[in-house]
């Protein structure tokens, strides 16, 4: 008994936000947005014993309240009416609801609401330092503006929380945002803002969405110099991408010297990944976690928040990408290798495509990129231009 | 079709001729401006000095007599006396050759004598963002189509008919072979995938990405 009673007080390494209700955030079967991927993931690491249901804590929904922190409240109560079927298509066309991207949903709110709620839970468990590390791969929906639907989002779990972390726990907060989608809707948020200080690294905004994320934006006012923007090349491969990676979130948390790291997960800068065009494979997603784990460990006493995000291959890159955070916040990440045979075995038959066999790819999985060597010059040119501030800073 | 009344700075600081050099100095530096219109006391035009030209004539004299003495001289025996200026009533697209063709940082606009306003890179380079539609989130789409009546028309029916939102619609020549344009489209999507199957499907060459020498 003594040694339960200890272990009750004692503080976690780390959390896993999640219920099988974050499943009802869905547009329709044959939305690329699929959040079966969490399924995936947590099947993937019960079948290696990395989760157990101890670790699980369930999500809260967001009050109205919380949700008005960014959004404005005639866009929730749009939101709410489209669940309920009682918006009009004019009107929601204004706040960005019912479009190809954004279509609506039966109970679109509450299914959004409870998105956002998990990304609160995981703020509570950290920041009242009952667990060191929180994960919700239900959240990252990173474009979701202050009163429109966008890019698949429609409350922005992630804004939501930076500002209640701003109001409720006075922390300094870098956003890291590794998504291949510029992170607008976090970044427009608080581009005023000196106590918030956002990292994103993305394929170029020159063809993808949503087309920003150069740069120049760098902030506003006085939050001028707190947004880092690292657009990189289509066709973009690991070493490249890891460089750009590497140097920014070290040289951007030693500047900033945050009190706690949140981190946005998209997994779709995979070379699989059907809607960009960067060509990275896992061994990005070994590392994006360890990184930024360290800093979590260097600048803010642990305190790490990760959320999911984009990621449109759900059966080849999200479950090993996403799996990789998890085992890093629990000092679990030395699997390599063969995949475990029962996961593979349970989901070969619903996969449209073949199961990849061990958590690395092998190599080969796509032919060689003819420019390269340009593609990579070019990438570290931007990496310097985006970071001459705080390297040329006196 | 914007006209320049729309996009002009009607806000203008200017100096009369008399002033001098180190009024024109602070002024640049007071307002974060880099060109100041010089008029008379009835607002009439009379000439235009630039921080380029102030500062090339300040920053060659190292001695601080002579320094102080030129300083203190008047603007209009310093300032450009032909300057381009446009009308409130322009189209953008032909003030912004005239930046081009005169290889000139500002523009003072003058209705009926007097300056109404300044219009400088800055705008019109913003009125062309907002054109191509990239201040709003949107996936970029180029097809390459033979040059010939109808095209678009086509090639829009199909963007129709997949319910895509376009933001803005641009045509390029094809710098390779002038039989050929190349349509840019701004799309209010995060998922083209379906609209570049629906394109190709139809027999439009799609270029996403285009990067010279890799295709997908």
Redesign the interface.
Known sequence: MAKYARDFHMKKKAVFIYSDDLLTYKFHNQHPFNQFRITLTIDLLKSIDALKEEHIIPPRIATEKELTLIHDPSYIQAVKKAGEGQLSPDIAEGYGLGTEDTPIFKGMHEASALLVGGTLTAVDWVMTDKAEHAVHLGGGLHHGFRGKASGFCIYNDSSVAIQYLLEKYHARVLYVDTDAHHGDGVQWSFYDDPNVCTLSIHETGRYLFPGTGNINERGNGKGYGYSFNIPLDAFTEDESWLHAYETAIWEVAAFFKPDVILTQNGADAHYYDPLTHLSTTMKIYERIPKMAHAIAHQYCDGRWIAVGGGGYDIWRVVPRAWSRIWLEMTDNNHFNGPLPEKWISKWSKKSPVPLPAAWEDPEGIYKPIPRKQEITEKNRLTVEKALYPLRHEH | MMIVEEIMNKEVYTLPPDASIRDALQLLKSKKIRHIPVVDEKQHLVGLVTERDLKNITSSIFQKEIREEILKKPLHSFMIKKVVTGHPLDFVEEVAYLFYDNQIGCLPIVQDGKLVGILSETEVLHTFVELTG?N??????EVKVPDKTGILYEVVTVIHK????VLSVLVYPDKKDERYKILVF?V???????LIHALKKEGHTVL????P??S?
């Open positions: 990239a709003q989130p949107g996936s970029q789409i997949q319910k895509a939102n701004r209010q999507t995060m998922n083209p995938l379906e996403w990405p285009n990067m020498g890799i997908i």
